[in-house]
C-alpha cells in the first residue's frame, strides 16, 4: 500500500517489586499494587503495625515488629514464608519458594492483595512512600533498584506517558485513541522514562484493531536503545523502522510488499510521516498477522545505484502467527507484554475473539541495559479506529539523558548514544559525544534558542530515576565557497586631479570582474557576493 501517510505502535509492560515483609499471623505484604511506590512520591499513606514494625528496632516485641525487621527468631507462619525458603511450612511459602535464594512469590501476591491494603489502612500511623521506601532499601529488604518501581494505570497515565500526532487519551476510560478512523492519521504514545531491563515489567491492557478488516495500518510497539523522544517511520514500518536497535512487536492489518527508499536522505533526517520516503521491508506472511521485528543500521539501495542509511526494519524470523479476520470487528482484545528480567525474555499474549490465546517469545540481549518505549498506529489510503486501553503496566525506571543533534533550525539530523560507564544509575556518570556529521560543522550546545531547551552539559552525574534531561548540539551547514570571475572590454576614461578630462585618448582594454559564491552543502542553495574589479583607476597629473 503505497499511501504517503501510515503509522505505527509501539508497547510496554509492568515489572512487580515486593517487600518481602509479613505480619505475624495474618501473612501479607507490605504495599499495594495500585499505586506507584517512587522515590518522590509526596502522598502519605496511613499505614499499620507491618509499617511501624518496618521501622522499628529488632528488639521490639510485637509480632508485627518482630516479622517486619526479618527476625530469624520470629515463629508466625507469616513471617517464616516472608523470610523462609525451602524450610518455610506454611502454604504460602510452599508455593513461593522456587530456591533456597527464592525471593518469595507468596510475599509478591502479598504486596498486591486486597487484604494488605485493608491491614494497611487499620493503624494511624503516617509515613509517605519515599520514607518508607528508604527504610527497606537500608534494612535490605528490597533491592536499591526497587525503590524506583513505577505502577501506572488509567489514572496516572498522563504522568509517565507522552501523547503525539492524532493520539488523545480519556482518562474516563483508560484510552488511547492512537488513530480516529480517517485517513492519513499518525499517532503514538512513548514513555517519558526509560526502562531498567534488568528487572521485570508486566504491561497488560486491550487493543482494538478496528472494525474494518480490509483497513489499515495495524498497531506496533517497540523497545528501543534511542531517546525517550525518538519517533520510528509510519506506513509499512507500523513505527517501528527508523528506532534505533529495537526489539519491536506488531499487530499487522495491511500486507505490504517491499517499498524501495524515495528519499536520498539518511533516515534520522526524514520526517516520520514520510513512509514512502523511508521505504519499508516486506511482509513475512499475509495480514492480519502478529510477530516480533527488530531494527538493525543498515545501507539501503536506492533506484541510481547509490546507498542510504536505515534503521531498518525485518520481523524475526519464524515469529510470524495469523491472526483472525474476526479479530477487527471493533471490540477490544486482551493484550498482556511480560518481560522476566532474569531470563531477559519478553513474552507477548494476545487473546482472540474466540478466546484462543496467542503468544509469542524472544530473548533480549544483554546489550540493553536501559530502553525507551513507544506505541505507535497510522492509517493511510485505508483506515480504522486503532486503540489501546491500559490496565497496569509497572516497571523500574532507569536514570538516563537524551542526546540531540539538531541544525539551526532545530531539526534533528543524526543520532548518537549516550555512555554509562557505570550503568543507568542513580549517582553513575553519562557521557556524550560531538559528533562529525557529513555537509554540518558543530557551531554550539543549545542555549535555550534552538530547541527552546537549554542543554545540558555533555557529562554529568544521573541525579534521578527517568529522564535526566536532553544534551543538545547544535550544528551549522557547511559551506562551500568558490569564486567565479568575467572578463570584459570596459573603456578607461583617464581624468585630470581636478576632475576634467585628459586629452589622451580613451583606451579600451580587458577588466576581470570577480565574485563570491557560497553553496550550501545540504540544500545546494547558492548565494552571490557582488562584482568587483581587480583593476584600480588612477588620475593622471594635473594640467599645467
Request: charge should be negative; proline fraction near 2%; glycine fraction near 8%.
Amino acid at each position: 500500500m503505497n499511501e504517503s501517510l501510515r503509522y505505527k505502535m509501539y508497547k510496554d509492560g509492568k515489572k512487580w517489586i515486593f517487600a518481602g515483609i509479613a505480619i505475624s499471623s495474618v501473612g501479607i505484604g507490605l504495599f499495594g499494587a495500585t499505586d506507584a511506590v517512587y522515590a518522590d512520591e509526596s502522598a502519605t499513606q496511613s499505614l499499620d503495625l507491618v509499617a511501624k514494625s518496618a521501622v522499628t528496632s529488632t528488639a521490639a516485641t510485637s509480632a508485627a515488629a518482630k516479622s517486619a525487621a526479618t527476625s530469624t527468631a520470629a515463629t508466625s507462619a507469616a513471617a517464616k514464608s516472608a523470610v523462609t525458603s525451602t524450610a518455610a511450612t506454611s502454604a504460602a511459602a510452599k508455593s513461593a519458594a522456587t530456591s533456597t535464594a527464592a525471593t518469595s512469590a507468596a510475599a509478591k501476591s502479598a504486596a498486591t492483595s486486597a487484604a494488605a491494603e485493608s491491614v494497611l489502612k487499620k493503624t494511624k500511623i503516617s509515613m509517605n512512600y519515599k520514607d518508607l521506601i528508604n527504610v527497606l532499601v537500608a534494612q535490605k529488604a528490597i533491592s536499591q533498584n526497587d525503590k524506583y518501581l513505577v505502577n501506572v494505570n488509567s489514572s496516572n497515565f498522563l504522568d509517565y506517558f507522552s501523547l503525539n500526532g492524532s493520539a488523545d487519551y480519556n482518562p474516563a476510560t483508560g484510552i488511547v485513541t492512537i488513530t480516529p478512523n480517517e485517513n492519513n492519521q499518525v499517532g503514538n504514545f512513548s514513555l517519558k522514562s526509560k526502562i531498567d531491563m534488568n528487572k521485570s515489567f508486566t504491561l497488560t491492557g486491550s487493543v482494538n484493531l478496528g472494525s474494518d478488516p480490509n483497513g489499515a495500518d495495524g498497531i506496533g510497539f517497540a523497545f528501543h536503545n534511542g531517546n525517550t523522544t525518538d519517533l520510528g517511520n509510519s506506513g509499512g514500518n507500523l513505527g517501528i523502522g527508523g528506532l534505533s536497535n529495537a526489539i519491536g512487536f506488531k499487530l499487522d492489518t495491511w500486507y505490504n510488499d517491499y517499498s524501495q527508499p524515495s528519499s536520498n536522505k539518511d533516515g534520522q533526517q526524514i520526517d516520520p510521516t514520510d513512509s514512502n520516503g523511508f521505504g519499508w521491508n516486506k511482509d513475512s506472511m499475509r495480514a492480519p498477522y502478529g510477530a516480533f521485528v527488530e531494527t538493525t543500521d543498515n545501507h539501503i539501495r536506492l533506484t541510481d545505484g547509490t546507498t542510504v542509511q536505515r534503521w531498518w526494519a525485518t520481523d524475526v524470523n519464524g515469529s510470524a502467527k495469523s491472526l483472525s479476520n474476526k479479530d477487527i470487528n471493533g471490540d477490544f482484545h486482551k493484550f498482556v507484554a511480560q518481560y522476566d528480567g532474569d531470563t531477559r525474555v519478553l513474552t507477548i499474549y494476545y487473546t482472540e475473539t474466540d478466546g484462543t490465546v496467542l503468544s509469542w517469545s524472544e530473548k533480549v540481549s544483554s546489550d540493553h541495559q536501559a530502553m525507551a518505549m513507544i506505541v505507535s498506529a497510522s492509517t493511510g489510503g485505508a483506515k480504522n479506529l486503532q486503540q489501546f486501553k491500559i490496565d497496569s503496566f509497572q516497571f523500574n525506571q532507569a536514570a538516563s539523558v537524551n542526546v540531540l543533534y539538531v541544525d539551526q533550525s532545530g531539526k534533528q539530523i543524526a543520532r548518537g548514544d549516550v555512555q554509562y560507564p557505570d550503568g543507568n544509575n542513580v549517582n553513575g556518570e553519562y557521557n556524550t559525544t560531538k559528533l562529525d556529521i557529513p555537509n554540518y560543522t558543530f557551531l554550539k550546545m543549545d542555549d535555550g534558542k534552538v530547541t527552546g531547551n537549554v542543554s545540558k552539559a555533555p557529562s554529568g552525574t544521573l541525579t534521578n530515576a527517568g529522564d535526566n534531561g536532553t544534551v543538545i548540539y547544535v550544528y551549522t551547514h557547511s559551506i562551500d565557497v568558490t569564486t567565479e570571475s568575467k572578463t570584459v572590454n570596459e573603456t578607461i576614461h583617464y581624468v585630470y586631479e581636478n576632475g576634467e578630462t585628459a586629452n589622451d585618448d580613451y583606451i579600451a582594454q580587458p577588466v576581470t570582474f570577480t565574485r563570491s559564491v557560497s553553496t550550501d552543502a545540504v540544500t545546494g542553495e547558492k548565494t552571490y557576493g557582488d562584482w568587483s574589479a581587480d583593476q584600480s583607476f588612477v588620475a593622471v597629473d594635473s594640467p599645467s
